[in-house]
């Protein structure tokens, strides 16, 4: 029996409380039950119901959403239903049946070219990982089966992972067109078969909890706050979209050097690792006022 530790965390609805896990409770798969019947293939979401204020519980890949009803406040009982999660998941409870999380849509996979050319983007129609993981190597990929299966592979170098898609990087001895038809169906099959993408305990054991992210913000100074903000603002929308990443490491407040990690398809690219470091630098030089600034773009 493995100890389940519980994070309160609030959301931007007031009636709605977020109670976050240090490991996955479900194979990536989300769940809404609006009553004790619908919650027939979730004997937590059943006992959270027997709490009277409880109006809607929803199950998500690593934690657990409830609406209250007004009849509470959730600072009276917050505490409460955390501990009750938490000996719940402690004891090993069975959070979702197998009968519930059984696939209701096909999965569909498909193939996107990247800036970079020894990178290419697989979207997949439904979310993988509740946040971003990058392994360079199948000894760093432990904490995803996913990952090490494709590491299997003897052309992978490089995967990474967000939301409802994987970047993978390949070494130079293959062309794209030899093989991504065989890695699309690969994935597309592991996605369908319900295998895990991530180990349970792989958010607390790569600081990927929400609130191990939340902490981490905290210590950093009030520039360094502002950068990352913009990062996550105007930067990473952008390359996400082309199937990369840029990861906030250090600022120098007495050399105003900024150094930021490119991860995914962002990676390993000279053209793209120019340009980013020369837009990433004008922007922050424009948006903190401060012409001194100048940005060290690390590939991973």
Request: proline share 4%; aromatic share 10%; charged share 25%.
């Amino acid at each position: 029996m493995s100890h389940t530790q519980i994070s309160i965390v609030s959301t931007s609805n007031d009636a709605i409380l977020k109670f976050e896990a240090d490991r996955f409770l479900t194979d990536h798969n989300s769940f809404e039950f609006n009553n004790i019947d619908e919650a027939k293939h979730s004997p937590l979401a059943q006992q959270l119901f027997y709490l009277p204020f409880v109006k809607k519980v929803y199950i998500a890949s690593n934690f657990v959403a409830i609406e209250r009803y007004n009849i509470v406040e959730w600072k009276d009982v917050q505490e409460e239903v955390a501990t009750q999660i938490e000996d719940y998941l402690s004891k090993n409870g069975i959070v979702v049946t197998e009968e519930a999380a059984k696939p209701k849509a096909a999965v569909t996979v498909y193939a996107e070219s990247t800036p970079n050319p020894a990178v290419l983007k697989y979207v997949c129609n439904k979310v993988l990982t509740p946040n971003l993981y990058e392994f360079t190597s199948i000894e760093e990929a432990k904490p995803s089966p996913l990952a090490t299966a494709l590491f299997q592979f003897p052309f992978v170098k490089n995967v990474f992972m967000e939301k409802n898609y994987i970047s993978i990087t390949k070494y130079d001895v293959i062309e794209w067109e030899d093989i991504t038809l065989q890695l699309r169906e690969f994935i597309k099959t592991y996605v369908e078969e319900g295998k895990k993408i991530l180990n349970d305990d792989a958010p607390k054991k790569l600081n990927k909890t929400e609130e191990a992210v939340e902490q981490k913000f905290e210590t950093l100074d009030d520039t360094s706050k502002n950068i990352v903000n913009i990062l996550e603002e105007y930067i990473k929308p952008a390359v996400a979209s082309d199937g990369g990443n840029i990861e906030f490491k250090s600022y120098d407040a007495e050399t105003k050097k900024v150094e930021v990690l490119l991860q995914g398809a962002c990676s390993g690219c000279p053209s793209s690792t120019f340009t980013l470091k020369n837009g990433i630098e004008t922007m922050l030089k424009d948006m903190l006022k401060d012409n001194d600034i100048t940005v060290n773009a690390i590939n991973q």
